[in-house]
């Protein structure tokens, strides 16, 4: 079945770490996206990439570092320069052509702080 | 600006009730696109529906309908005879046309639908 693959399902991260998140889709999409989801609001963009080996920071990308070296994937990597990490985020992708602003999404990782 | 203003933080009703969902929003652009996606328990949200702004035809899917009025800047959803499965943060969204192969889609802050046996 195609889809986006989120991985893992909850993360904790220890003070100073650094984790990486895990987002891959075989929709054969060319752009993905990063969103975080706090209690009783709505999403918010971290990155987002069109193409392989290209990303932009979205809204609130401090914090946050994103690699798109094959198609098919779209890590995050919440540094511990992000102090306040504790979130859902979320992973997305939409094609480039045909329903190109339909956003497809993952199931979620939920971050939390030790 | 762009915004995306969703009312109706929880909403509360019986089985097969009928309920409307608010979603109001501003834009500048002539031309952007509207969306309505569903986040269950699960966390993955669900595209439901997409409007452009130059369609205002209401729509019908089963038991949900969506209102789409451009003169009070509204794009409402109704679900008729709730079900206990409809249960879930409800989002609308704003794109404003693309840039390339992206487009930015701004949130509402969601509201949260609890349907009661």
């Known amino acids: 079945d195609g889809g986006i693959t989120q991985s893992p399902k909850y993360l904790f991260r220890k003070e100073g770490q650094n984790v990486t998140l895990s987002c891959e889709q075989n929709?054969?999409?060319?752009?993905m996206y990063w969103y975080r989801q706090d209690p009783g609001q709505g999403l918010r963009l971290i990155y987002y990439?069109?193409?392989?080996?290209?990303?932009q920071k979205g809204d609130i990308a401090e914090g946050y570092s994103v690699s798109r070296e094959k198609k098919e994937s779209f890590p995050l990597t919440v540094t511990s320069a992000q102090k306040n990490p504790t979130a859902f985020y979320l992973c997305?992708?939409?094609?480039?052509?045909?329903?190109?602003?339909?956003?497809?999404f993952g199931a979620g990782t939920r971050l939390s702080v030790l | 600006a762009q915004k995306v203003t969703q009312a109706q933080t929880e909403i509360s009703v019986v089985e097969k009730e009928d309920v409307t969902l608010d979603c109001v929003y501003e834009?500048?652009?002539?031309?952007?696109?509207l969306f309505w996606y569903k986040q269950p328990p699960s966390g993955e949200l669900v595209f439901l529906i997409r409007?452009?702004?130059?369609?205002?035809q209401n729509e019908i899917s089963g038991r949900y309908s969506w209102n789409f009025q451009k003169s009070t800047s509204s794009f409402n959803f109704t679900i008729t005879a709730s079900q206990v499965v409809d249960s879930a943060v409800y989002f609308c969204?704003?794109?404003?046309?693309?840039?390339?192969?992206?487009?930015?889609?701004?949130f509402g802050a969601g509201t949260r639908l609890a349907v009661h046996p």
């Open positions: 990439s069109q193409i392989v080996n290209d990303f």
């Open positions: 969204a704003l794109s404003e046309g693309f840039s390339g192969g992206y487009n930015k889609l701004i």
């Open positions: 929709l054969n999409h060319d752009a």
């Open positions: 997305a992708s939409s094609p480039s052509t045909g329903d190109k602003n339909i956003q497809y």
């Open positions: 834009t500048r652009d002539t031309t952007y696109y």
């Open positions: 409007r452009n702004s130059f369609d205002e």
